[in-house]
């Protein structure tokens, strides 16, 4: 089936660096992702929406400049956090929609997430 | 907006079955969602369901669709100390055309003891 690949699983880094996590799509093109961000015991908040050849489409309230996304193929998306500071210490995830799904279904694939933690 | 809420927590023996509910808002929803996320991992898709079920069934899991009170319950027959994890409901609607975002429930902590 298809699969996402999401890395670095864990990064740790000092305040004020960015960091930037990959997210492939393995075997299938991908020109929509999207990216989460899960805190601890909650649910996931979508960020944005990477698409491939256009810019993201960031949700209310999330920072275009923080969080910088790139789509820069049909199997590639990236998230920079930049300038990172202790409270963008989360769970990133990035998913991409399932092929061989019944159109409409809205079935996301997603990569195994990224924790970084910010010092 | 939409919003999706599920009970945080449930725990059940080995060989029970488990029985994880969740309510939405949203009546245009049209797909619902179950998906499943252990430790430190990204999120597995169980099951989905149409809108126009009110039932399907898989293996050991089957899902009950209440579209009128916008109710949605995922059983696990025989649960399994391996079914331990977080269970997230969502819904997705139809507003435009092509993906459409997926609304994410809290999330329930199932926990199986031996």
């Known amino acids: 089936g298809a699969v996402v690949s999401q890395h670095p699983s864990r990064v740790i880094c000092k305040s004020g660096t960015s960091v930037k996590i990959e997210c492939r799509s393995l075997d299938f093109q991908a020109t929509t992702m999207f990216w989460y961000r899960q805190f601890p015991k909650q649910s996931l908040m979508l960020m944005a929406t990477?698409?491939?050849?256009?810019?993201?489409?960031?949700e209310q309230g999330v920072e275009k400049d923080k969080f910088l996304i790139n789509h820069a193929s049909l199997t590639l998306s990236t998230l920079t956090v930049t300038s990172a500071h202790p409270e963008d210490s989360s769970f990133y995830i990035c998913s991409a929609p399932q092929q061989g799904i019944p159109s409409g279904a809205n079935v996301l694939t997603f990569g195994a997430g990224s924790r970084l933690t910010v010092l | 907006g939409e919003d999706v809420e599920q009970s945080l927590f449930l725990s059940v023996r080995e060989g029970d079955s488990s029985v994880i509910n969740c309510t939405y808002t949203?009546?245009?929803?049209?797909?619902l969602y179950w998906y499943k996320q252990e430790p430190g991992a990204g999120l597995q898709l169980l099951t989905y369901?149409?809108?126009?079920?009110d039932m399907k069934q898989d293996q050991r899991l089957t899902v009950l669709l209440n579209k009128k009170d916008k109710h949605l319950s995922l059983r696990i027959a025989d649960t399994q100390t391996g079914d331990s994890a977080i269970y997230f409901c969502?819904?997705?609607?139809?507003?435009?055309?092509?993906?459409?975002?997926?609304?994410f429930g809290t999330g329930t902590r199932l926990l199986v003891s031996p």
């Open positions: 369901i149409f809108s126009n079920m």
């Open positions: 969502a819904e997705s609607s139809r507003k435009n055309t092509g993906f459409q975002k997926l609304v």
């Open positions: 949203d009546s245009s929803s049209t797909y």
């Open positions: 990477s698409n491939e050849g256009s810019k993201a489409t960031y």
